[in-house]
């Protein structure tokens, strides 16, 4: 199992937010690179960066950011928010993102997922961001129409690498992951599935591991609290 430390990034800086409100974002880093730097020292495998203003903007902001992350560390990263076209996926990859992360445009052109998946193999993750078992689009701040396994479930044998199922509704609550809902999904479609969303101590990252079929975990605020000890947590994971 492996755990990616997250690095949410708005007007430049490290933040938190809380169930993806914008207005209630706390800061706990203003170098988003000496902060991967720290994750990658620790024995990170991965990192979870998401363009917080990029998700509501429909296109990158916190580009120097990213770019800065990827100039200092060697793991691999994972990025999502804002990628909505081919040229925006081919500069990233370019860049040296191992992997985007499609959310909104998972539900409003789902086609132009599978032709991602068929343009870059391996390197195209779905952002399923689930509010009250719906799924959430631009930057969590729209909701939809669409049940996650109903999405999910589109992009069978597409090619897709991962799907991120993030609760938004305990994102940032410190108030436990839901490993129960992320494995219901990761049982109804063969795409390895991470769970996101509320992580709050290494009881979290048990019940993630114990479920048996998820593929990870991402955590963020209870690594910044100091609620959980990150190298306790991947030990824990490589067991």
Same mark, same amino acid.
């Given at each position: ?59 990158? &902001? /916190? $580009?120097? @950011?990213?770019? *800065?992350?990827?100039?200092? !560390?060697? =793991? %691999? +990263?994972?990025?999502?928010? #804002? ?93 436990? &992951? /839901? $490993?129960? @809902?992320?494995? *219901?999904?990761?049982?109804? !479609?063969? =795409? %390895? +599935?991470?769970?996101?969303? #509320? ?41």
């Amino acid at each position: 199992m492996t755990v990616y430390p997250a690095i949410d990034l708005k007007d430049g800086n490290c933040v938190r937010l809380f169930k993806g409100d914008m207005d209630a974002a706390t800061i706990f880093s203003d170098n988003p690179a000496a902060q991967a730097k720290e994750f990658e020292d620790a024995g990170c495998t991965w990192l979870h960066l998401v363009d917080l203003n990029g998700a509501f903007a429909g296109a990158p &902001v /916190n $580009a120097a @950011a990213v770019e *800065a992350i990827l100039g200092t !560390v060697k =793991i %691999p +990263v994972q990025l999502g928010g #804002g990628i909505r076209d081919i040229a925006t996926m081919d500069r990233w990859l370019d860049a040296g993102i191992s992997r985007l992360i499609l959310g909104t445009l998972a539900v409003k052109n789902p086609a132009l997922v599978k032709e991602a998946c068929r343009l870059f193999p391996g390197k195209v993750a779905v952002g399923i961001d689930a509010k009250g078992g719906m799924v959430a689009v631009e930057g969590w701040a729209e909701a939809s129409e669409v049940e996650v396994a109903e999405l999910a479930v589109q992009f069978e044998d597409a090619g897709v690498a991962a799907i991120i199922h993030t609760d938004i509704d305990r994102d940032g609550t410190l108030t436990g &992951v /839901n $490993a129960e @809902a992320s494995s *219901a999904l990761a049982n109804a !479609v063969s =795409i %390895p +599935v991470i769970a996101s969303g #509320g992580v709050k101590d290494m009881d979290d990252i048990t019940r993630v591991k114990t479920a048996g079929n998820l593929e990870g975990v991402v955590t963020g605020r209870a690594i910044y609290d100091g609620r959980l000890d990150l190298k306790a947590a991947l030990e824990l994971a490589k067991c």
